[in-house]
């Protein structure tokens, strides 16, 4: 389908693509950006899902910073009546890799202890929200300082040195079953010793600039399982995966069960390479998003 873009999300891996090194290769010249809002305005034959004029947001590989778009409609999903479009563009990279850390890869049920590090950014405020929507019996957010109120988390944790003892007693002693690490750096020692039985540890970031090594013989003894997860691959193997994730989060939005986060900054189109650049030297102060087009 065609989409009239409205706003693109802004994201560090952006900054991946444009320096050569992204995971997934394609020739230059190339367009970056993940994901975007808009309406749509041209349908592909045997689409029916969606409609004309149908208000939409999009997870892509590459190519979001446009004001017009072809993409695949399995990675397009409605946005709810009266939703922000500016606020929908945001949506889909941040509640997308959530709900594949937790849900496809962790497999998260009710019996589950979750805890997400870097609870304070947007993917990890997203993967808070789904924890508790797929039903995990305690959610535990881990931000730098901790002084953050999270209504979706049943605590919210300092990542200090004692931050696995903390969670320790939090669980009376059980550990966390589900851990989605993405900051890695100093904090990811605390995570790993506090993973329960069997547990599993999912990373898809790295927020504090450091990926953290792990010893095998951790793994073995405790019988836990570390899981990768990127969005963008599975934007090109698995796309089908990719927009039922997409849906069902966007359900819940639709039912007023996650509520995502506005964008701090809109800036127009044309000052992507100035966004970029805040988001490189991490002066953003949150979720930035280009306007594209006045709907």
């Not at 997308?96 to 947007?122: E, I, K, P, Y």
């Not at 990890?124 to 305690?138: E, M």
């Not at 953050?148 to 669980?171: C, F, G, N, R, Y």
Request: proline share 4%; net charge negative.
């Amino acid at each position: 389908m065609r989409i009239k873009v409205h706003a693109v999300g802004v994201n560090f891996a952006e900054l991946v693509q444009l320096s050569g090194n992204f995971q997934i290769p394609v020739d230059l010249p190339a367009v970056p950006g993940f994901e975007l809002s808009g309406t749509v305005t041209e349908l592909g034959a045997g689409v029916d899902r969606l409609s004309l004029g149908e208000r939409v947001v999009a997870l892509v590989c590459w190519g979001a910073y446009a004001e017009e778009v072809v993409v695949d409609a399995v990675t397009v999903a409605g946005v709810p009546d009266g939703a922000d479009l500016d606020t929908a563009a945001a949506f889909p990279v941040a509640f997308g890799t959530a709900f594949m850390c937790l849900h496809h890869r962790a497999q998260v049920n009710a019996n589950d202890v979750v805890v997400v590090s870097g609870a304070n950014g947007n993917v990890g405020h997203a993967a808070v929200q789904v924890a508790r929507q797929l039903g995990a019996v305690q959610v535990i957010a881990v931000t730098r300082d901790g002084t953050e109120t999270m209504a979706h988390a049943d605590a919210v944790l300092a990542s200090t040195d004692k931050l696995a003892a903390q969670i320790a007693d939090l669980t009376r002693g059980h550990g966390a079953d589900v851990i989605l690490d993405l900051v890695g750096g100093a904090v990811f020692p605390q995570l790993l010793e506090a993973v329960a039985w069997e547990g599993r540890v999912v990373t898809a970031g790295y927020a504090s600039g450091n990926i953290p090594n792990i010893s095998l013989l951790d793994v073995l003894i405790r019988n836990i399982a570390v899981l990768g997860e990127d969005i963008a691959a599975y934007t090109v193997r698995e796309p089908h995966r990719v927009g039922d994730a997409l849906r069902t989060c966007v359900g819940w939005w639709r039912q007023g069960a996650v509520e995502p986060r506005p964008p701090v900054t809109t800036m127009p189109l044309e000052d992507a390479a100035k966004a970029l650049s805040m988001v490189a030297q991490a002066s953003a102060g949150g979720k930035i998003v280009l306007s594209a087009n006045s709907l």
